[in-house]
Nanobody, 115 residues
Framework: QVQLVESGGGLVQPGGSLKLSCAAS????????MGWYRQAPGKQRELVAT???????TYADSVKGRFTISRDNAKNTMDLQMNNLKPEDTAVYYC?????????WGQGTQVTVSS
């Protein structure tokens, strides 16, 4: 089994930056794809970005050019660098690791973009 713990959320002004981190309790080398999701109040959880073990990435259209996902298989971490943040980016952000026998989620970290 693997546990995921997010960190790095907070309050930031529009146009600002935050970096989220997801730490895994064991090696992530064998986890083919990992991702970041977010859920705003009253809305469904949505996919933000994914990254494979080889480094291939995908992004939601709403964050392309502003967010960058990365992972360090040696450190068992996955990051999300968020730049030029907008109020509509306000949400709880979750890291995710879909395994063949389970779908693992972190506890989430709150990101609030407000002046």
């Amino acid at each position: 089994q693997v546990q995921l713990v997010e960190s790095g959320g907070g309050l930031v002004q529009p146009g600002g930056s935050l970096k989220l981190s997801c730490a895994a309790s064991r090696s992530i080398l064998s986890i083919y794809v990992m991702g970041w999701y977010r859920q705003a109040p009253g809305k469904q959880r949505e996919l933000v970005a994914t990254i494979t073990s080889g480094g291939s990435t995908t992004y939601a259209d709403s964050v392309k050019g502003r967010f960058t996902i990365s992972r360090d298989n040696a450190k068992n971490t996955m990051d999300l660098q968020m730049n030029n943040l907008k109020p509509e980016d306000t949400a709880v952000y979750y890291c995710n690791a879909p395994l063949s026998w389970d779908n693992i989620w972190g506890q989430g970290t709150q990101v609030t973009v407000s002046s």
